[in-house]
């Protein structure tokens, strides 16, 4: 697979439910982000991994936990979630955050609904 | 408070025609920018970007122009194609880091055949 990969593509929970969002990418890049899209809204940075350590974390609240094992791999645990926390979670990749004009790369998204 | 913004929700052109999408954006400080396009349960893509130092950028049918004492940037597409029909993004940034992009709310671009 080339690319960046994240699973699950659709996911429905309840507000107690404890629930995991997974990301891998193949593009040998250093640095994976998450997004949150929702609609009408601009997409949100969530955290940043720069190098496995996170270096962002945009004021989001603690039920979101997110965890880089490696450069390759990133997941965002999720619990005790509220429905506005419904959105689209896209995942992304770029060589390193700290060059000038570094693109990302973009995973799928996870679509998410909580009950 | 957003600091870059699309005004136009929805967008529709007859195929073979000129598309604009704009983009404005309040920060002057920022330097770098950036269109993505995004299709239905895709993740959004690269598109084409344009430095400060710059006014416009072409890649192909693709043309990206920078309005700085405007703070404005538009995307021309020409033609347009039906399969350029899709969700395009507008995003700034200063130029040092990925993690300092900022994204609009997007433009929803419908290319009739």
């Known amino acids: 697979e080339t690319g960046v990969t994240q699973t699950p593509r659709h996911l429905v929970m309840g507000m107690t439910n404890k629930k995991s969002l997974k990301c891998e990418q193949h593009?040998?890049?250093?640095?994976m982000y998450w997004y949150k899209q929702s609609a009408k809204k601009p997409l949100e940075l969530m955290f940043v991994?720069?190098?496995?350590?996170?270096?962002e974390n945009n004021s989001v609240p603690s039920r979101f936990s997110p965890e880089c094992p490696n450069s390759s791999h990133l997941f965002l645990h999720l619990h005790t979630l509220q429905p506005e926390d419904s959105a689209l979670y896209l995942c992304?990749?770029?060589?390193?955050?700290?060059?000038?004009?570094?693109?990302?790369?973009f995973g799928s998204g996870t679509q998410l609904s909580v009950l | 408070d957003q600091q870059v913004k699309q005004n136009s929700p929805s967008l529709s052109v007859q195929e073979g025609r000129i598309s604009i999408l704009n983009c404005d954006y309040t920060?002057?400080?920022?330097?770098?920018f950036l269109w993505y396009k995004k299709y239905p349960a895709e993740g959004p893509t690269f598109l084409i970007s344009?430095?400060?130092?710059?006014d416009k950028n072409e890649d192909g049918r693709f043309t990206v122009f920078l309005n700085k004492s405007a703070k404005h940037l538009s995307l021309h597409i020409v033609p347009s194609q039906p399969g350029d029909s899709a969700v395009y993004f507008c995003?700034?940034?200063?130029?040092?880091?990925?993690?300092?992009?900022?994204f609009g709310t997007g433009t929803r671009l419908t290319v009739i055949p």
């Open positions: 344009i430095s400060s130092i710059k």
């Open positions: 920060n002057s400080m920022f330097d770098y």
């Open positions: 995003a700034a940034s200063r130029q040092t880091g990925a993690n300092n992009l900022f």
């Open positions: 992304a990749s770029s060589l390193d955050p700290g060059q000038d004009n570094e693109k990302l790369f």
């Open positions: 593009l040998g890049h250093n640095a």
């Open positions: 991994y720069n190098f496995k350590e996170q270096t």
